[in-house]
C-alpha cells in the first residue's frame, strides 16, 4: 500500500500514519492467512486424496481376497469391513458377533472371558479358542491374530477364515484308505482278534444308546471303546471318542 502527497506539508498526520501502518499490518496478516489457508487446504486435499486412495485398495483387497478377514471388538462385535467372501460363505448374513458365530459351541464365551479377564497368559487363551468352524458341508480353518494397545492389553482381535473343505476331505479318504488296510491286514493275522472287537464295540455301543445308568459308567464304556479302537488302528473311531470324551 502505498499513500503520497506532494501538494500540502505534513498532510499525513500521526495518528493517520498510526492508522495506515495499522491497516498495512492487518493487510500483511490476511494475506499471510490467505497463503497459509491455500496450503493448508491443499495439503488436506492430498492427505483426503491418499487416504481415498488407501481405502479403494483396502476395499479392494476385501473384494478380492480368499479368506475370510473381519476385525472383532473386546465385546465381541464384528467390524463392518470384512472380505467379501464372507457374504458368500454366510448368505443368511455374517453374524453381528463372535458369540452369534460360535453359537453352537458352549465353550467359546467362557474361553474369550478368560482372554479379557487377563488372569490367564494371552497366548494360553488364544490357544483355546476354536480353531475350527463346522458350517453344514463347510470347513473353515481360524487364526487369531490379537491388535495390542502399548501397555499390552487386548483392543482388538484380527480373525482369519480359510476355507479347508477339500484339504479336510482328502485327508479324511486318506485316513479311511488307510484304516481299511490296516483291519484287512489285522484280518489276515488275527481273525478271531478282529471277530471280538466287532462284538464288543457292538455291544458298547449298544449300550451307549440307552443312557447308561451313571455317568461314570457311561464314560467307562466310552473309555473302552477307544481303547479297543486305537488297538485295532481304527484311528477315526479312537478319535471321535476322544472328542465325545472332552465334550463330557
Not at 491418499?50 to 476385525?71: K, P, S, T, Y
Not at 479379557?116 to 475350527?132: A, F, S, T, V
Not at 458298547?204 to 479297543?228: D, F, M, Q, W, Y
Request: negative net charge.
Amino acid at each position: 500500500m502505498l499513500l503520497e502527497n506532494r501538494l500540502i506539508a505534513g498532510a499525513f498526520g500521526a495518528r493517520l500514519v498510526e492508522i495506515t501502518q495499522a491497516l498495512v499490518a492487518q493487510a500483511a496478516i490476511s494475506l499471510d492467512n490467505a497463503f497459509l489457508y491455500e496450503d493448508l487446504e491443499r495439503r488436506v486435499q492430498e492427505r483426503t486424496s491418499a487416504l481415498n486412495e488407501r481405502n479403494a485398495e483396502m476395499r479392494m483387497l476385501f473384494d478380492n481376497v480368499v479368506q475370510g478377514l473381519m476385525m472383532v471388538d473386546r465385546d465381541g462385535r464384528l467390524s463392518q469391513e470384512r472380505s467379501a467372501i464372507l457374504d458368500r460363505w454366510f448368505p443368511d448374513g455374517v453374524p453381528e458377533t463372535l458369540a452369534g458365530l460360535f453359537e453352537e459351541d458352549p465353550m467359546f464365551e467362557i474361553g474369550w472371558e478368560q482372554l479379557l479377564d487377563g488372569l490367564m497368559p494371552m497366548e494360553l487363551c488364544i490357544d483355546q479358542l476354536p480353531r475350527r468352524l463346522v458350517r453344514e458341508s463347510q470347513v473353515l480353518a481360524i487364526s487369531w491374530q490379537p491388535i495390542l494397545h502399548e501397555s499390552g492389553e487386548l483392543l482388538r482381535m484380527l480373525v482369519v477364515l480359510s476355507d479347508v473343505t477339500e484339504a479336510v476331505r482328502r485327508q479324511e479318504v486318506e485316513r479311511e484308505q488307510k484304516q481299511l488296510l490296516a483291519i484287512f491286514e489285522r484280518l489276515s493275522r488275527d481273525r478271531r482278534g478282529v471277530i471280538e472287537f466287532v462284538r464288543e464295540a457292538t455291544s458298547i455301543v449298544n449300550a451307549l444308546r440307552v443312557p447308561p445308568s451313571t455317568p461314570e459308567l457311561e464314560k467307562r464304556l466310552l473309555h473302552t471303546l477307544k481303547g479297543n479302537a486305537a488297538l485295532m488302528g481304527l484311528k477315526t473311531l479312537s478319535d471321535l471318542c476322544h472328542e465325545i470324551e472332552s465334550r463330557m
